[in-house]
């Protein structure tokens, strides 16, 4: 360009930005042999000297380097549409990237910050981040020290707690738990919860872990689960794919959902309201954390002064469905009366 | 980083890259020095270096400079994570860009190639793209001679001339249409589908068309269309909420459905499942579009030899329910037989 301009380099950058004194014709010159060129500064240059770009990151990270295509997954799918719709509001994009940290896409782009979802416990792509000195905001409280900038979460504990009670409610005497491997606090406070609970109740826990991302391994811990000899006659399970994970293990072993197995699962998908029967579900609000993390995240980006607590938690909701309210025992002598007009 | 390590920066650079001739010792003492200083070659410096950033984009253009929250739409959201789930498996990155060409967002990041949903007939952004080089992939055929790589599309006027035949099976006589002000091809084609059928039965045109990406704008036009003295009995509307905003609009002209009016739209939300009535919907299968595009635009980035065809039309499926279904008139004078034990 310079060349073809028969100018300097330093002459390009300053014509072409509007910087420097130069003659207004030397300016006209370099503008139009660019125009000629079809010359434009190269994004990553113009990067470099502007310091932003506009762009923001959202990645899973607790599976660390397992291939895991998360938007497959309903919960995952939500948070992000949320947070894109977030990002182009505000004038950002937004970049999904994958999973790993095997891949070099990481270092390639310019980043403003970044939205983690579910760190581990030392997650190095959030201290590599925060080390780059990049406002990294996490879908899921940090566990110990990891130091981001703002999270985003539920109450996992109260929650757990909360099933545990409507199953015992609805008449369970041993629930079971289908949990993960992974150490991301979701996992971690949930899991713990439901061993708290069991000691508070004097129930042996009954539980099986798996690897969550992959597609497969919930339905054989399902199958492991039901097989056990202390089967449970409740189960929850932590992850989306467990409630038909469940109800084909209950199909094997003949258990009728209600009847012989109460079950709920964690899940935003809509399949649940028409399994046979529906299945109980746990809403964690995707759509709600995913408008948040990014909010606090453009605010952290802009230095903007923000009433919003960097510490944000959004209620979840229990759907009620048939799978986890067991149907009063039959009499079989004397038909039931109706509750009307008596 | 050159100076706290009291060497050039070509010794930096060739010791930090594994190039060059350097002894040893040297290598070492830059990687220490770098290590200690936390230093990294920073992304945008990478991508100039390499050429390529492992990031692919993905917007939507035909609303020009309005701003437009896309992933609002169902359409755009369902497309979205179709194409994120296929860029992630491939190891790329996906940036959701802001839809308009205001934000300067688009020249401060270096993709390796677009996906641009709905171009209009001379868009600017695919134009440009085309200019700097990169593959663009466009989800809609494009108009005259846009110079894409290649297509992914649906066959919207048989789509269009199949829900008119089926509106008119089922008793219509006056079939209107709610379309936007766009040029996409989209909205084009289906628009010119509906004139020409019109023209084939000899029915007098009755449409109205509006800015589609305006969410309040479709409620206004579909009242506009059920005030007019040629009102007509069945209508097709081109946008997701269009179902909803012409039941709305028909309540308030107290017009029934199905009974007075014959409802379609096209939709790939469930809500219309679940309205009253339920309304039948047209699916473009944005899934499967959405996979198709990144699959062809990372063919091209990578050169591969694909046996994928790079103009692909993806069928759709209509969703038929009460809504376009007139039920038969009734007979007054006796009561209609019971179907079973007669």
Same mark, same amino acid.
């Given at each position: 360009?310079?060349?073809? &301009?028969? @100018?300097?380099?330093?002459?390009?950058s300053?014509?072409l930005?509007?910087?420097?004194? #130069?003659? $207004? +014709?030397t300016? *006209?010159?370099?503008?139009?042999?660019?125009?000629?060129?079809?010359?434009?500064?190269?994004?990553?240059?113009?990067?470099?000297?502007?310091?932003k770009s506009?762009l923001?990151?959202?990645?899973?990270t607790?599976?660390?380097?397992?291939?895991?295509t998360?938007t497959?997954?309903?919960?995952?799918?939500?948070?992000?549409r949320?947070?894109?719709?977030?990002?182009?509001?505000?004038?950002?994009a937004?970049?999904?990237?994958?999973a790993?940290?095997r891949?070099?896409?990481w270092?390639n782009?310019?980043?403003d910050?970044?939205?983690?979802?579910?760190p581990?416990?030392?997650?190095?792509?959030?201290?590599?981040?925060?080390?780059q000195g990049l406002?990294?905001?996490?879908?899921?409280?940090?566990?110990?020290?990891?130091?981001?900038? &703002?999270? @985003?979460d539920?109450?996992?504990?109260?929650?757990?707690?909360?099933i545990?009670?409507? #199953?015992? $409610? +609805?008449?369970? *005497?041993?629930i079971?738990l289908?949990?993960?491997?992974t150490?991301d606090?979701?996992t971690?406070?949930?899991?713990?919860?439901?061993?708290?609970?069991?000691?508070r109740?004097g129930?042996?826990?009954?539980?099986?872990?798996?690897?969550?991302?992959d597609?497969?391994?919930?339905?054989?811990?399902?199958?492991?689960?039901?097989?056990?000899?202390?089967?449970?006659?409740a189960?929850y399970?932590?992850?989306d794919?467990n409630?038909?994970?469940?109800?084909?293990?209950?199909?094997?072993?003949?258990l009728?959902?209600?009847?012989?197995?109460?079950?709920?699962?964690?899940s935003?998908s809509?399949?649940?309201a028409?399994?046979?029967?529906?299945i109980t579900?746990?809403?964690l609000?995707?759509r709600r954390?995913?408008t948040?993390v990014?909010?606090?995240?453009?605010?952290a980006?802009?230095?903007?002064?923000s009433?919003?607590?960097?510490?944000?938690?959004?209620?979840?909701e229990?759907?009620?469905?048939?799978?986890?309210?067991?149907?009063?025992?039959?009499?079989?002598?004397?038909p039931?009366?109706?509750?009307?007009k008596?």
């Amino acid at each position: 360009m310079a060349a073809a &301009a028969g @100018v300097s380099i330093t002459t390009v950058s300053d014509a072409l930005n509007g910087k420097g004194r #130069l003659p $207004d +014709a030397t300016r *006209r010159h370099v503008r139009e042999v660019a125009d000629r060129l079809g010359y434009r500064p190269s994004a990553a240059a113009r990067t470099l000297r502007t310091g932003k770009s506009g762009l923001i990151g959202l990645t899973v990270t607790t599976y660390g380097d397992e291939p895991f295509t998360f938007t497959e997954f309903a919960y995952f799918a939500e948070m992000a549409r949320a947070a894109t719709s977030a990002a182009l509001a505000r004038g950002y994009a937004l970049v999904i990237l994958p999973a790993t940290s095997r891949h070099d896409v990481w270092s390639n782009v310019a980043l403003d910050g970044t939205v983690v979802i579910d760190p581990s416990d030392q997650d190095p792509v959030v201290s590599e981040l925060v080390r780059q000195g990049l406002p990294v905001v996490s879908d899921g409280r940090p566990a110990g020290s990891l130091p981001v900038t &703002a999270w @985003v979460d539920n109450d996992h504990e109260a929650a757990v707690l909360g099933i545990l009670d409507h #199953l015992a $409610d +609805a008449g369970a *005497r041993r629930i079971g738990l289908l949990t993960g491997t992974t150490t991301d606090t979701y996992t971690h406070l949930s899991t713990t919860a439901y061993l708290r609970w069991c000691e508070r109740v004097g129930q042996d826990p009954v539980y099986e872990a798996y690897p969550a991302h992959d597609p497969c391994a919930g339905a054989v811990a399902a199958d492991r689960l039901l097989a056990r000899p202390d089967r449970p006659d409740a189960v929850y399970g932590l992850f989306d794919p467990n409630g038909t994970d469940l109800l084909a293990a209950a199909r094997r072993y003949g258990l009728r959902v209600p009847d012989d197995l109460l079950l709920v699962c964690c899940s935003e998908s809509t399949v649940y309201a028409h399994t046979e029967p529906p299945i109980t579900t746990l809403s964690l609000k995707p759509r709600r954390i995913g408008t948040a993390v990014v909010q606090l995240l453009i605010d952290a980006i802009e230095g903007a002064d923000s009433d919003r607590p960097v510490e944000q938690v959004i209620p979840t909701e229990l759907i009620v469905r048939t799978s986890s309210q067991r149907r009063p025992p039959r009499t079989t002598v004397s038909p039931p009366r109706s509750p009307e007009k008596t």
